[in-house]
């Protein structure tokens, strides 16, 4: 803001009423809806619609390179918006440049009405709220700290036992598409409630939605799940509130996130968030982009698409003898199929949803650890020690041969292909973001004149051969693992300086350390 005027590669429009140049979608002059236009991605030359450059033959584009009034657009947006209100510019956050493919930007004045509320976007333009998978198939209304008239009107009429909703106290079965969310993501979502009402009054000209006076008025409210890696999302129903920083869900819900609750975890975003503000455009053009956005939306879960894995989920209130007894004798447990009956089976018998029972009970789902350790220590080597701490105390545990595995299967492969992501990545232009594959003979970026440093720093390579490697010394595992970590080491020692010169690797991650933005490349080397 400071700056005034910015240079940006960003999508372009033109008012056909006054002829104004803006990256939005109405003119802010005559508020007509604005045209696209169309450039030469060599030359910037204007072009038609599906044009081709007549001098570097190229088809048009919609982006072209160009200074923009930063600052008049901002005191644009708050004039319009926000009218005498005062508004914290500190409060505001933007990206360094835009990753889709058309450089199309979201309207500045969602982004100014987020920082009212300090939220934070993500790549496809909605809130989320990450939490870790946890699942429930019953629970009390004392428990999720909703009042049962509520319940009432959400379907929970009876309970498992056919009786009416009377007592705070009744055990319910919860629904397929219900979840229970933590403290914490009501408050943050309720936050987004607001942004979302004053985006519909101020931005959209429409009437307030939620109007919520407090977090414990989402009961009810529809909000929609998704995982990382995947394109679907699930529709789910917010009936109650948990003191555990996790989302409580039917195994049903998350077998259809592709989840099987072991510490992952998912997002939730509110309803109206998503109809609004999501959109394909912002989505990045790179690899993976289109990943972890809701393209698709599905309200109604069928167990014929969900993950099979929770066919395998039993079914029954008790086990039998025979089960006991089979143990001792180590049998399969392909063998014991027609014993315990399990959701696959009965679904497949015709049973769209098999109930699924429980052989015991607790008087609360939160009365036990509210958060899970990983999210309270900060530093890898911690979690690692912690790991192996309680790997030492299970007696079904060969601590030797999980540390073995452990670093094997993670460390190894992230340290080896670290190493050679850093000696083949790209740089990038630290003035307009433009990358290359190859470092220009010059040393500077040939489209601005600008700095070109590294997109993958030398920290980020080597940040787990030090944990690895004191992990491995402590418990005296000398071994074909510790050889490949000292190689590996080797290895990076002639890649780097700092290390030849005897700097001991820090402990902490890449996350916690602020990478120093200006040095030289060959510093590096």
């Excluded at 200074?67 to 360094?96: Q, W, Y």
């Excluded at 058309?102 to 969602?110: A, F, I, N, V």
């Excluded at 914490?184 to 307030?208: I, M, N, Q, T």
């Amino acid at each position: 803001y400071s700056a005034g005027i910015i240079v940006v590669d960003i999508a372009l429009r033109r008012c056909p009423e006054c002829g104004r140049e803006t990256p939005m979608y109405f003119c802010r002059t005559c508020g007509r809806r604005t045209e696209q236009l169309y450039f030469c991605p060599k030359c910037g030359r204007e072009l038609p619609s599906g044009g081709t450059c007549p001098v570097h033959r190229l088809p048009a584009v919609k982006h072209r390179q160009g200074n923009i009034n930063f600052r008049n657009l901002i005191d644009e947006v708050i004039d319009t918006i926000f009218a005498s209100e005062l508004v914290d510019l500190g409060k505001i956050r933007c990206v360094i440049g835009l990753t889709n493919e058309d450089k199309c930007p979201e309207p500045l004045e969602k982004g100014v009405l987020r920082s009212k509320y300090g939220l934070y976007v993500f790549k496809d333009g909605t809130c989320r709220f990450d939490a870790t998978n946890a699942v429930m198939t019953h629970f009390k209304p004392s428990e999720i700290g909703t009042p049962i008239e509520k319940l009432r009107e959400l379907g929970y009429t009876h309970d498992v036992n056919g009786q009416p909703l009377e007592r705070e106290d009744q055990l319910l079965e919860l629904k397929i598409n219900d979840i229970i969310i933590p403290e914490e993501a009501a408050e943050y979502l309720y936050r987004v409630s607001k942004f979302v009402d004053d985006e519909l009054e101020l931005f959209y000209g429409l009437p307030r939605f939620y109007n919520l006076r407090e977090p414990r008025d989402l009961v009810g409210h529809i909000v929609f799940t998704i995982s990382p890696h995947t394109f679907i999302a699930n529709v789910a129903r917010i009936i109650g509130f948990t003191k555990a920083s996790v989302i409580f869900a039917h195994p049903f819900l998350h077998a259809a996130k592709r989840r099987n609750a072991d510490g992952d975890e998912d997002s939730i975003i509110l309803g109206l968030d998503l109809l609004l503000n999501f959109s394909r455009h912002y989505l990045p053009a790179t690899p993976g982009g289109r990943e972890d956005a809701p393209l698709l939306i599905v309200t109604k879960i069928d167990l014929n698409y969900i993950d099979d894995e929770s066919y395998n989920m039993e079914v029954v209130e008790r086990y039998p003898l025979e089960f006991y007894e089979s143990t001792y004798r180590y049998e399969s447990p392909s063998n014991l199929e027609d014993l315990i009956p399990t959701v696959g089976k009965l679904f497949f018998q015709g049973i769209p949803y098999p109930k699924i029972n429980f052989t015991n009970t607790t008087r609360r789902a939160d009365e036990g650890p509210l958060m899970t350790t990983y999210r309270k220590l900060d530093k890898m080597l911690d979690k690692l020690e912690k790991h192996v701490e309680l790997e030492l105390k299970i007696r079904a545990v060969n601590p030797e041969d999980s540390i073995a595995r452990a670093i094997t299967s993670h460390f190894l492969r992230d340290v080896s292909g670290n190493l050679r992501k850093f000696s083949m990545q790209s740089f990038r232009c630290s003035m307009c973001n433009a990358k290359y594959r190859r470092l220009p003979l010059s040393g500077k970026c040939e489209k601005c004149g600008g700095n070109l440093v590294l997109t993958m720093y030398p920290r980020s390579a080597v940040k787990y051969i030090e944990p690895a490697l004191k992990t491995l010394e402590a418990h005296n595992l000398m071994g074909y693992v510790h050889q490949r970590l000292k190689l590996l080491e080797e290895e990076a020692r002639s890649m780097f300086t700092f290390l030849r010169e005897g700097e001991k690797l820090k402990e902490e991650m890449l996350e916690e350390v602020e990478p120093v933005r200006r040095q030289r490349l060959v510093d590096f080397l």
